[in-house]
């Protein structure tokens, strides 16, 4: 029995004894008619808090106004609903499917419009337009006359039972889980976890921020048009910011980033309440107290970012069961085919500049680098080098110059389509996916080569299995060659130094790029680390066939291993040459070591 399969197998057992063990203590009426409401409301908290995680977990933005897309939910859908059995004599069962989605489409148009302002932002920022968006839906709704005023909207057909609740509820979870698991759901989480890493293996961070908020607004409001046609009837002062509120605490206590959390916070917290009446006096001081006992000895919340494994814990109970399933060959990422002319450099820039308002700080640069060539770029701290790299990769947009990757232009293009197009980097200060394994870090460098839809990782079609298993193979043989395929399935920041940097140089190679940009890759390391990295960037050259460029203040190691070398000073070129020739110029010598050093060189030569 495969892994696949055994997780089916549990995981739908589970869903469906849960529902049947209810459903029996239901008809026993051992759970009444108002628990049985309790619980609906369970679910409705559980939808709510799983997609608030998506975007404040998943993605890290904090959001404060999700109640505002539960609310357009919950009016759209009852409004709809009454409309149907009014006017078109439809039963109210038949039209609360329509009334769910379009209360959800709506609520999703609404994240959409926030989302692409507002997502520019960060922290507070976000924040705080988020805040504001939702007391402007609730404003809007109690002066609205569709949506009933002050007053609200009543008579709402109570349609929504238990059985709809539970399975629309699984339905969410469930594409929640396999959209973490695709490639899509790495994407998001990268963002959360260094945006300008994740921006620089290929994602548009853009994309897939406003993806991740406009499917929780979705969902959110599914959850709103649920609420609507359980309670009966709707005012807008049921969704104000404390309700938003109320879901934060919910994702924070089970975990910022795990769903199984969220399932767990949000049902003890809809119950406690419920359970404690009898101590009315003092219930809502042990909550508190619960809340802040939480908080100060499990931060991270119940489950951190990890999720509960009904498969880990069979695997753990049982043996395995020694059943092969035979599976589709796996579909290898697709390998980009650079057209490299012998005689034309890879990559080349023509009067290259930038300009921070009154503050020139690069200017007229002409690098030329050639297929399978390792060149450094050197200069004093301050010269320039790392602004180099963010031109030549996106980050910022030249004020001058031209950029040409195999003879066409890339200004203008943003960072994640110049990855596409063939130039990959590393960092001066080291940014992984800290907590991700080291395996899934060289996944999300896959993302660009593939192909398969958001819509084939929920429902698991037949091309993600494909593609998954693919780019699993290939991410192992990368850390095959760099020694590292034994650390596949560790947290990447419990990595020594040395290894942090061969997994950042193993994912950049991840995009198949036709150059490399290292930033300072000895930083921090011990000479016999310094040593194998230099074996390492001649053994990239070499099996990758890549154009590297290096940014490096090891001159032993720039010197032992750069074919050419072009000095930086005060953002402009003074020298090229072969490391002979460097190391000998007098504007380099006194670029490095001052002035007098400069005439001494003068007054010897």
Avoid at 56 to 84: P, Q, R
Avoid at 170 to 192: D, N, Q
Avoid at 278 to 291: G, M, N, P, T
Avoid at 378 to 407: D, H, M, R, S
């Amino acid at each position: 029995m495969t892994r696949k399969f055994k997780s089916y197998v549990l995981n739908l057992s589970a869903i469906v004894l849960i529902f049947l063990i209810l459903s029996a203590l239901m008809n026993a009426n051992v759970i009444n008619k108002y628990y049985t409401g309790v619980l609906i409301l369970v679910g409705i908290n559980v939808i709510m808090t799983v997609s608030l995680n998506l975007t404040t977990g998943f993605l890290g933005e904090l959001a404060l106004g999700h109640a505002g897309f539960m609310s357009v939910g919950a009016f759209t859908a009852g409004i709809i609903t009454k409309a149907i059995v009014a006017n078109w004599g439809w039963e109210s069962t038949a039209a609360l499917p329509l009334a769910l989605l379009a209360g959800g489409f709506l609520a999703a148009v609404m994240g959409l419009l926030i989302g692409i302002p507002a997502l520019r932002l960060k922290g507070d920022y976000l924040a705080i337009i988020t805040l504001g968006f939702g007391e402007i839906i609730r404003v809007m709704i109690q002066n609205l006359e569709i949506t009933g005023g002050a007053s609200g909207i009543s008579r709402i057909p109570r349609v929504n039972t238990f059985p709809v609740t539970y399975f629309i509820m699984v339905a969410i979870v469930i594409v929640m889980f396999t959209l973490g698991r695709s490639r899509h759901g790495r994407a998001i989480l990268s963002i959360r976890e260094n945006a300008v890493a994740a921006e620089a293996t290929g994602i548009s961070t853009t994309y897939y921020k406003i993806f991740a908020f406009t499917l929780a607004a979705f969902f959110a409001g599914i959850a709103g048009g649920l609420y609507a046609h359980y309670v009966s009837r709707l005012s807008a002062a049921a969704f104000d910011f404390n309700k938003s509120i109320e879901y934060l605490v919910m994702v924070v206590l089970g975990g910022m980033g795990s769903i199984t959390g969220s399932i767990i916070s949000a049902t003890v917290l809809t119950l406690l309440p419920e359970l404690l009446r009898e101590f009315a006096d003092y219930r809502l001081l042990l909550y508190s107290v619960l809340l802040i006992l939480m908080m100060l000895f499990r931060p991270a919340g119940l489950m951190g970012t990890g999720e509960f494994s009904l498969v880990a814990l069979w695997d753990a109970i049982v043996k395995k069961i020694g059943f092969k399933k035979k599976e589709k060959l796996p579909l290898l990422p697709n390998i980009p085919r650079y057209d490299v002319n012998e005689d034309a450099p890879v990559l080349e820039t023509q009067g290259l500049g930038i300009r921070f308002g009154g503050l020139t700080a690069a200017q007229d640069v002409n690098i030329t680098l050639r297929d399978n060539e390792i060149v450094g770029l050197i200069g004093p701290n301050g010269a320039g080098k790392t602004t180099i790299f963010n031109l030549l990769t996106g980050v910022y947009q030249p004020t001058w110059g031209q950029i040409e990757l195999l003879g066409q232009s890339i200004g203008g293009k943003k960072t994640y389509e110049i990855v596409t197009a063939g130039i990959a980097r590393t960092f001066q200060n080291i940014r992984l996916f800290k907590s991700m394994t080291v395996l899934e870090n060289i996944k999300v460098a896959f993302h660009s080569r593939m192909r398969y839809s958001a819509a084939s990782g929920i429902f698991r079609l037949p091309g993600y299995a494909r593609e998954e298993r693919g780019i699993e193979i290939r991410a192992r043989e990368l850390l095959r060659v760099f020694h590292m395929e034994d650390t596949a399935d560790l947290p990447a920041d419990g990595l020594p130094y040395g290894q942090q940097r061969k997994l950042e140089i193993c994912r950049a190679l991840a995009t198949n790029p036709k150059v490399l940009l290292l930033d300072e890759p000895a930083a921090g390391m011990n000479p016999i680390e310094t040593k194998e990295l230099m074996e390492t960037i001649r053994l990239i050259r070499d099996q990758f066939s890549v154009a590297v460029l290096l940014i490096e203040h090891d001159m032993k190691l720039v010197m032992g291993i750069c074919e050419r070398i072009y000095v930086l000073n005060y953002g402009s070129i003074i020298a090229e040459g072969t490391p002979a020739q460097i190391g000998k110029n007098p504007k380099v010598i006194a670029a490095y070591l001052g002035k007098s050093q400069e005439k001494e060189a003068d007054a010897n030569a």
